[in-house]
Structures are given as C-alpha cells and as structure tokens.
Nanobody
Framework: QVQLVESGGGLVQAGGSLRLSCTASGSTFSTGTMGWFRQAPGEERQFVAAIRLSSGNTYYADSVKGRFTTSRDNAKNTLYLQMNNLKQDDTAVYYC?????????????????WGQGTQVTVSP
C-alpha cells in the first residue's frame, strides 16, 4: 500500500507563494493519478489539482487555475504543488492522494491513498 507524506505548508501573506511536496513510497510512482485536495474548517474536502503520472496531463479546480501548478518527478517519487498569488480563501489543510490511472481526477472518493495533510495559512 502506498504511503504519502506531505511537506511545505506554512504561514504566508496574501500574494505570496508556497510549494508543497508529497513523497510516495510503497508503490510504482510512474503510473496512476495523483491529486491534491484541501479542507478548511467546517467544510468538505475539495479538489484542487491532479496529474496523470504517465502522461503528465493536469487538471485544476477553477478557483486555482492560473495560480497553482502541479507537477511530478517520477525519479524522486514526488508530487509538487506550486501555489502562487495565494489568497486568504486558500487557507486549509492540503492533502495529496493517490489513485489508479483511469480514475476521475476530480472525484475525492476515487482515490485510495491519502497523506496526513499539511497546513497552509494565508494571512491578510
């Protein structure tokens, strides 16, 4: 079973940038789908971005298009989320998730493995 560990969260001012990382172990990283989700207090976990590991095709929520970029380094078994022009509404715990190659990338229930999450807080 895949293990996922996120890192890179923290406190940043609005307009700033952060890069999250998610390191995977226990499975082949070159296939499948990896996703980023976030959960703010009192809200459901929401889709942020996803990438097909073999093709590199990416998917984004409308709220982050043009500001966030997800990428992967298959040799390092690592997924990244570059977040630019951060807004207070981006404050949440961010999770990475792993799934099969053919899943619907925006569907939270399609993913089988989850990391523990990393907190991102955007201040005014």
């Amino acid at each position: 079973q895949v293990q996922l560990v996120e890192s890179g969260g923290g406190l940043v001012q609005a307009g700033g940038s952060l890069r999250l990382s998610c390191t995977a172990s226990g499975s082949t990283f070159s296939t499948g789908t990896m996703g980023w989700f976030r959960q703010a207090p009192g809200e459901e976990r929401q889709f942020v971005a996803a990438i097909r590991l073999s093709s590199g095709n990416t998917y984004y929520a409308d709220s982050v298009k043009g500001r966030f970029t997800t990428s992967r380094d298959n040799a390092k078994n690592t997924l990244y989320l570059q977040m630019n022009n951060l807004k207070q509404d981006d404050t949440a715990v961010y999770y990475c998730a792993s799934g099969r190659a053919t899943i619907t990338p925006m569907s939270r229930v399609s993913y089988g493995g989850w990391g523990q999450g990393t907190q991102v807080t955007v201040s005014p």
